[in-house]
């Protein structure tokens, strides 16, 4: 049976998850007759409460798990979660917690080795990432009752807490600016189509195009990119048809950097023989030979908000539950 959490007695008695929780942990602010129901709704249900949570209201040993989905990551964004675990366990040290690293891939693991360390106690909540649009994980973790934040959205799950980036803003704007620059061709090289960012940051090319009363071409869209040789033979693609894209907009700057290494290939270069955006803004890609335009997510913000939202879950103090950042746009010599 799965383990009964603070949300079924909420929902069971129409009252905040919030009211719930300092009704549990003996707080001030709810009445004697609200308490005692509280109390002996818990009951009926079988609720136990996660020792974890105790762990850190006590101010105990608290330690986060990150668990990284290994899949394709030396493809097309392995740069981009170097630099997201760095600030994220630079965030955590800040706010008094460990971080574990646990690694595993979705295509051949079960994320059963990954639970089990939240339930043995060796870690007190979950971070996630690489938000699908339907994620077992996302179902997984709310039906066990266990406490996680994602990097993401799962556009299927409504009711979970996440934090992300616009994605569609961010693209959008990467877009407009490449018009405002005369670019009515635009091409867009697109993530992995199981990923949620993938159709957000599509979505904001789409927007971008149509405000400009340009009609989006299926021929200039790529979606689906995960290697490097997918990207290259797309990119040689675009640029040897007869009318080729004389822009590029990348879901990534890893796509961007694999798209730019297969024009030079081709004797092109960004920013000279046509232009190109990325997004992410990994260091690296200021300092290249042609430094990348590319659209900022705002990590330590990111990560500082996943933190607050596991503390606010274990604590029952109120405050938002879903985060969405807004980006910035960085304009280099690439576009």
Do not use: K
Not at 52 to 63: E, P
Not at 170 to 176: D, E, K, L, M, S
Not at 282 to 298: E, K, S
Request: aromatic residues 6%.
């Amino acid at each position: 049976m799965a383990r009964r959490t603070i949300v079924e007695i909420a929902e069971r008695l129409g009252v905040s998850t919030a009211t719930v929780s300092r009704a549990l942990n003996n707080a001030p602010g709810v009445g004697d007759v609200r308490r005692q129901a509280i109390l002996e709704t818990a009951a009926q249900l079988g609720y136990h409460p996660n020792a974890s949570a105790r762990r850190l209201q006590g101010q105990q040993s608290q330690v986060l798990c990150y668990a990284l989905d290994t899949t394709d990551r030396l493809s097309t964004d392995q740069f981009f979660f170097q630099d997201f675990v760095a600030v994220l366990a630079s965030c955590c040290a800040a706010q008094g917690f460990d971080l574990l690293l646990h690694t595993f891939d979705a295509a051949r693991d079960s994320f059963d080795a990954v639970t089990r360390l939240v339930h043995s106690g060796r870690a007190d909540a979950l971070i996630l990432s690489d938000a699908r649009s339907d994620d077992l994980r996302v179902r997984q973790l709310s039906e066990a009752g266990l406490p996680f934040a994602m990097f993401g959205r799962c556009t299927a799950v409504a009711n979970h807490m996440w934090v992300d980036v616009d994605g569609c803003a961010g693209v959008r704007a990467a877009t407009t600016h490449l018009i405002a620059r005369g670019h009515t061709r635009i091409a867009l090289l697109g993530l992995a189509g199981e990923f949620s960012c993938a159709h957000e940051r599509e979505r904001g090319y789409h927007e971008a195009l149509l405000a400009a009363g340009i009609t989006p071409l299926t021929a200039l869209v790529a979606r689906d990119l995960r290697t490097p040789a997918e990207v290259h033979m797309v990119v040689n693609a675009l640029f040897d048809a007869d009318d080729p894209p004389t822009a590029l907009v990348a879901s990534s700057d890893m796509l961007a950097l694999q798209a730019m290494f297969a024009a030079s290939q081709r004797g092109l270069q960004a920013g000279r023989d046509y232009a190109i955006t990325g997004f992410d803004d990994l260091p690296m890609l200021a300092h290249i030979a042609t430094p990348l335009t590319t659209v900022r997510q705002p990590l330590e913000q990111v990560c500082d908000a996943l933190i607050a939202m596991v503390l606010r879950a274990f604590s029952g103090e109120p405050g938002p539950t879903q985060v969405l950042m807004q980006p910035e746009l960085i304009i280099r010599e690439s576009s």
